[in-house]
């Protein structure tokens, strides 16, 4: 079913793998002359994925295409930078998107049950405009759904068929694009036990692509004091509906609390904040204060939940642009107050 | 509380329980490697998806004519929601009092049996791996069991939860749509028998269009085309475009009341929950003295929780504080005020557990 080709267009498949295995090249082999474009083809996807954001889809040379590949992921565990590894999966994932849109669906159907253990059925249906070609197994498409933020990708949005969602052909490359890069940021994360003599002087090279294009880790700090402007609509919105005595639930409760204890506000202004509430208790309050900030009870502190909780409850409110850029309420913060102290970068690199 | 328990054997656990004699007994709808263990070290396989409907989440016209409130502070009561502060003293702080009531707990029915018919032709649920159960006070649960879906995540319980309630369905992503046909402006939109909600949001129309049209922000012609109109030959026909003065954000409008309509007002929390403790089928429910059964698919219609899951017997005598008029198996009882009274052992339980009586010895 697959060609050589077809491993270098997509050599993250279990048939790639298998393929190099079957070579039996050890890593010293490679120092040979003859291997150098598989060398300094696993240095370009790198330096093609930290620079652009892309790596091109343009072959070449089959072999070094299938070749540079594991090549390039052991480098990166070897770098062992969070930030490069899910610069390079996205990059790469990217790169299988634009190749698999392109494919007939025996072979999208092919790639997505062996390599990715799709339950998925062959349609051949036209609902209004558009033709699907698939329905795939809900499991499947929630699993790798979930990431997407567009709202043609929330279920109730979609047609769902006795357990399966229809989707297009395009569709189905761009949810294989997700399960290539988890895929890959799962392989990128293995360290392996020694670091081979051959790579290095190349695993030092890329540590200097990744200062050159993501620059230094560096952490933006929070404010010291908390800054009411940067706080998003949500949490705006539960601040003023405790302050003008109206009932606020459960989770608004909890996001508020929760929000304000993980960007620095003191236990006693976030009590002191509850003290509108109709059923106000200050020596609950003050417990499950305490309880969110982790300092009793499972001593777990607790994080904001995500903005995808806070609209299913029905907390979320008037989202404005820069909600549009993040999925949780502390990251609007983040971004918002680095605006406003005019520190660091507008946008983290990923 | 007692937590964190695990039993092998059934007959340990009813021995359990005797000895404890628990008002309220949950079980974990998650799977761990070590139940016993503590949270983060219980290892974590997967859970049962849950749904919960419960007539606390619907908004039934008969609450003000049971629920009742009163101020913690001077003592001032009223029927219905609390107001949120005292009209008399103006104080805050209120206690509410719910009560059984057969046309919550038959809304509550008809919400689970909405979620069913979602559940089996959209979801693709077996109805061999479901179950429905009676909560033992105001609702249903519906547990499934697939091992399919069991390892999912929150997230993905979420979507599934949305999906159920209609959440922020765009009727456009399902293809209603002005499109121009040869210079003409005609609406399409999805068919009877298509599948998911298409062909469900297209049931609702024919619901909404039974309502007043006032409610549905409908201008008086358009009430009036639709008065005209014969709903069942409506449908026959591609109805989208064939209604005068009805254009695409009018239908869009109405494409959203439908979904509403048909939607299960299920709670999005117990289905987003991963460890959701959840009543044991089975135990009696310490808000009632009623049994939390199960209710099998073919006796959902004809279940009347307040025949069918009695658990006491004989007779006992209480002193009544006050309760409303309320019915268990075919009898009325109340209302009451403080009085004293011989009744049926489940209705002075009742009365017992939602601590409008006590036992007279």
């Known amino acids: ?350 | 509380m007692v937590r964190h328990r695990a039993f092998r054997d059934p007959s340990v656990l009813l021995g359990a329980i005797r000895d404890l004699i628990p008002a309220h007994t949950y079980f974990s709808t998650a799977y761990y490697q070590e139940p016993t263990a503590a949270m983060e070290e219980k290892g974590w396989k997967g859970a049962d998806l849950v749904f919960d409907i419960d007539a606390d989440h619907l908004d039934t016209p008969c609450k003000p004519s049971h629920d009742k409130w009163k101020c913690k502070a001077c003592g001032t009561v009223g029927n219905g929601g609390a107001p949120r502060i005292c009209p008399k003293c103006k104080n805050d702080r209120m206690e509410e009092q719910t009560w059984l009531c057969d046309q919550c707990l038959r809304q509550a029915k008809e919400e689970t049996t909405k979620l069913l018919e979602i559940l089996y032709s959209d979801l693709g649920v077996e109805p061999s791996n479901l179950r429905i159960f009676f909560s033992g006070h105001r609702g249903y649960h519906v547990h499934v069991y697939s091992t399919q879906l069991q390892v999912m995540g929150e997230e993905e319980r979420r979507e599934i939860a949305s999906y159920v309630l209609g959440q922020a369905l765009d009727p456009q992503l399902h293809e209603l749509n002005e499109v121009n046909v040869g210079g003409v402006k005609v609406i399409e939109g999805p068919q009877l028998g298509q599948p998911g909600w298409r062909g469900r949001m297209v049931e609702g129309i024919y619901d909404v269009l039974s309502e007043e049209g006032e409610r549905l922000g409908l201008s008086p012609a358009q009430v009036k085309t639709i008065k005209t109109q014969d709903r069942d030959e409506f449908f026959k026909r591609p109805f989208w475009s064939s209604v005068k003065g009805f254009g695409l954000s009018t239908w869009k409008n109405l494409s959203v009341k439908a979904v509403d309509r048909r939607s299960a007002k299920i709670d999005t929390v117990v289905t987003t929950d991963v460890h959701r403790l959840i009543r044991l089928p089975g135990t009696l429910n310490g808000h009632t003295g009623l049994l939390t059964m199960q209710v099998p698919r073919e006796r959902l219609d004809e279940f009347d929780p307040f025949r069918d899951s009695l658990a006491f017997h004989g007779e006992m005598r209480v002193r009544v504080k006050d309760a409303p008029q309320f019915r268990l198996a075919e009898r009325q009882f109340g209302p009451y005020l403080n009085e004293e009274v011989e009744l049926p052992s489940y209705a002075a339980m009742l009365l017992l557990c939602k601590r409008r009586a006590e036992p007279v010895i």
């Not at chain 1, 992921?73 to 994932?93: D, K």
């Not at chain 1, 669906?105 to 698939?134: C, H, N």
């Not at chain 1, 106000?280 to 982790?294: C, K, L, N, P, W």
Request: hydrophobic share 35%; glycine share 6%; aromatic share 8%.
């Open chain 1, 1 to 350: 079913m697959l060609t050589k080709a077809d491993l270098a267009k997509y050599p993250f498949l279990s048939e790639a793998s298998e393929y190099v295995r079957e070579l039996g090249l050890s890593i010293e082999e490679l120092s040979a002359p003859e291997f150098s474009p598989v060398l300094d083809r696993a240095e370009g996807r790198l330096e093609e994925a930290l620079s652009k954001g892309r790596v091109s889809g343009n072959i070449t040379n089959e072999n070094a295409e299938i070749l540079s590949f594991p090549i390039s992921n052991l480098i990166l565990s070897l770098v062992g930078e969070e930030r490069a590894r899910r610069r390079f999966a996205l990059a790469e994932s990217k790169r299988a998107y634009e190749l698999l849109r392109q494919e007939d669906p025996e072979k999208l159907e092919y790639i997505a049950s062996t390599t990715f253990m799709w339950k998925l059925k062959r349609l051949d249906v036209k609902l209004g405009k558009r033709f699907y070609d698939f329905a795939l197994s809900l499991p499947n498409f929630l699993h790798n759904s979930v990431h997407l933020r567009e709202p043609r990708w929330n279920l109730p949005n979609r047609v769902l068929d006795h357990g399966f969602v229809y989707i297009t052909r395009d569709e189905a490359a761009r949810l294989m694009e997700e399960e290539v890069r988890t895929k890959i940021l799962e392989r990128s994360g293995r360290t392996p036990d020694e670091v081979p003599r051959l790579l290095g002087s190349r695993v030092e090279r890329a540590r200097g692509l990744v200062v050159k294009w993501l620059g230094l880790p560096t952490k933006y700090e929070l404010p010291r004091v908390p800054l009411p402007e940067a706080m998003p609509p949500c949490v705006r919105h539960l601040i003023d509906s405790l302050d003008e005595g109206k009932n606020v639930q459960h989770m608004g409760r909890f996001t508020l609390a929760s929000f304000l204890l993980n960007i620095g506000t003191g236990e006693e202004d976030v009590v002191r904040l509850f003290k509108p509430a109709t059923d106000f208790s200050e020596r609950m309050t003050r417990y499950q204060v305490e309880h969110i900030g982790g300092k009793r009870g499972g001593r777990t502190k607790y994080t904001c939940p995500m903005c995808s909780t806070l609209k299913t409850h029905g907390v979320c409110y008037k989202p404005d642009e820069i909600c549009e850029t993040i999925r949780n309420p502390l990251s609007y913060y983040k971004s918002k107050s680095r605006t406003l102290t005019n520190k660091g970068p507008k946008r983290e690199p990923n």
